[in-house]
């Protein structure tokens, strides 16, 4: 290779670092600002296919400016930063409602907006705009990859913890007439009373009623102490006070002890199967499930399968950009949804038939129901995604995990051996936080009172035990100390 070849094509290279750095940057600060919920492959795939598109535009450039290649690495440059804002513009002006917006009518304006702009821009100095822009791109990258860094770090800490060998509690009494025990969580389910009271929803009492003609307890005035859902399952899983920390932390302090609670590892000792059917790492990638004997979680492979282009990551990066006017064809369908939807009634029609699992058994369930996105009607049909986080949408999706609620539990008793009846505990972690989030379309409630976040469903079926001395505002983390007490005798001291 000639020294002119090598010098033309180190001088392309550096000069590419431009449209490569405003390429990958948004991309870069969505997984940084998201790290402890997604996985590093889905930053991989997304980064090398920004990087292919930035090539692609780049090289157009360098045609059009017949090999000028710093003036065509700033009019990739300017188009890109037009490129990557165009679907923030456009949720924007969708909020606002000021006049019809269309992708057909917005889009080839902010083209040629942008072909305008990246023509402009090579009116000026080359080599003293690349070096500013290079400068001022290089440190947001830098920045951003000093939040990932230790993000992945923390990850794979947690990940090695969980590898971790647990100790071997020897099973020291194996009786197969204890129950079975379910306890169930659903995500963000507000409180009946905030049902009744803010939205109105005298509906909630036919719910009420069924749970109490199969014989349930109704705590009406139970709370959480926290809004966090890792902070509430580490304090009930282990019955105990926990301190409680920044929800971007909240993961990464309890894991270890939600991994290695004290509640399965007592009931282990006991002799019992543990069982689980949990959606917590589909919403939260880059955490496993709790360890247990037998898992029901989402396929993977189907997930591998499901004919987009982008995983929830990808997509999340590409609603910002121009991308977005041609999401129908990178959202052939929506993963989130599928597997949610198929995981919800695999799991409410069959927690009752586990009779191929040994007895007794723990099972442990987590609804992300009715918790952001709201993805689902009254009757279960898609919400148009536009909606999945405004609040205005939490009552239909609220209904519906009644009637999930509702088969989960005639599948259960319908089932159930009648001489050995199971324990049912049917809880949420918290209630309606109402939190406005960066997503288009995002939508508080109005005049929503800061208390009822805390208000929680927590209903509990216990054979043999009298449900009249429990408290209307029984606090949840009492909620194992009770059982096995009753079950027991296990003599553990209750929390006020």
Not at 98 to 115: C, E, I, N, Q
Not at 128 to 152: Q, R, S, T, Y
Not at 367 to 394: C, R, S
Not at 405 to 416: C, G, M, W
Request: include cysteine; glycine fraction near 4%.
């Amino acid at each position: 290779m000639s020294s002119f070849i090598k010098t033309r094509l180190l001088n392309t290279l550096k000069a590419f670092t431009l449209p490569l750095f405003i390429a990958v940057f948004p991309v870069l600060f969505l997984y940084g600002n998201n790290v402890t919920r997604l996985l590093l492959s889905s930053l991989g795939q997304t980064i090398l296919l920004y990087s292919a598109l930035a090539i692609l535009i780049f090289s157009v450039a360098c045609i059009l400016f017949k090999g000028q290649v710093v003036k065509a690495a700033n009019a990739s440059f300017v188009f890109l930063i037009f490129f990557n804002l165009y679907g923030i513009m456009y949720s924007f002006l969708i909020e606002k409602d000021l006049f019809r917006v269309d992708h057909f009518t917005l889009l080839p304006f902010f083209v040629l907006l942008a072909l305008y702009a990246s023509w402009f821009a090579t009116r000026l100095d080359p080599a003293k705009f690349w070096n500013g822009a290079v400068l001022v791109m290089g440190a947001l990258v830098i920045f951003n990859l000093l939040k990932i860094i230790p993000g992945e770090i923390q990850k794979q800490q947690m990940a090695n913890a969980e590898k971790a060998e647990v100790p071997v509690v020897v099973n020291t009494t194996t009786n197969k007439n204890y129950p079975d025990i379910y306890f169930i969580i659903f995500d963000e389910f507000a409180g009946f009373d905030t049902m009744r009271s803010y939205w109105k929803y005298q509906g909630v009492d036919d719910f009420v009623n069924f749970v109490k003609s199969k014989g349930f307890f109704v705590a009406e005035n139970s709370k959480s102490n926290s809004l966090a859902t890792f902070h509430q399952l580490v304090e009930r899983l282990n019955y105990k006070e926990y301190p409680l920390v920044s929800s971007a932390d909240d993961v990464n302090v309890y894991f270890n002890d939600i991994y290695n609670n004290q509640v399965m590892r007592y009931l282990k000792q006991k002799g019992y199967t543990i069982v689980g059917f949990d959606e917590t790492d589909h919403f939260f990638g880059s955490f496993s499930t709790i360890p247990t004997d037998y898992s029901f979680g989402y396929d993977a492979n189907k997930m591998a399968n499901l004919g987009i282009l982008f995983d929830d990551f990808g997509s999340l990066v590409a609603d910002n950009t121009m991308l977005r006017a041609f999401s129908n064809y990178y959202k052939i369908m929506d993963p989130t949804l599928e597997q949610h939807r198929t995981w919800i009634n695999f799991t409410a029609d069959n927690l009752g038939k586990l009779n191929n699992i040994p007895a007794p058994r723990f099972v442990f369930v987590h609804f992300i129901l009715p918790h952001k996105p709201f993805m689902f009607a009254e009757d279960g049909t898609p919400v148009d995604t536009a909606f999945h986080y405004n609040w205005d949408y939490y009552l239909g999706t609220y209904k519906y995990s009644i009637k999930i609620a509702e088969r989960t539990i005639n599948n259960i008793l319908s089932n159930a051996d009648p001489n050995r009846p199971p324990v049912i505990i049917i809880q949420s972690d918290h209630g309606a936080r109402n939190l406005l989030t960066a997503k288009p379309g995002s939508k508080t409630l109005v005049n929503f009172p800061d208390d009822y976040r805390f208000h929680i469903m927590n209903i509990m079926y216990l054979p043999g035990f009298d449900i009249s001395q429990l408290p209307q505002d029984m606090n949840p983390i009492n909620t194992f100390p009770i059982i096995f007490n009753h079950l027991f005798n296990a003599d553990i001291p209750l929390l006020k």
